[in-house]
């Protein structure tokens, strides 16, 4: 599984670090980093927070 954030939309909202914490997190200076190739056994919690982005930043595809 690959996971891109279009960080041009992204409003940091957060939703994605509760549905994913394991993923998603804020740095320091609280902007969103992410694991953009996680396990596949953290697809459940990753498609929730994909469709927890108020403003659909997140898009999931195949493993590269």
Not at 4 to 12: I, N, P, R, T
């Amino acid at each position: 599984m690959r996971v891109a954030v279009d960080m041009k939309l992204c409003e940091s909202h957060g939703q994605c670090v509760f549905a994913a914490p394991q993923v998603f997190s804020f740095d320091d200076e609280e902007y969103l980093v992410y694991e953009p190739e996680p396990d596949d056994a953290l697809r459940d919690r990753v498609e929730k927070a994909a469709a927890a982005c108020p403003v659909r930043a997140i898009t999931l595809g195949p493993a590269s």
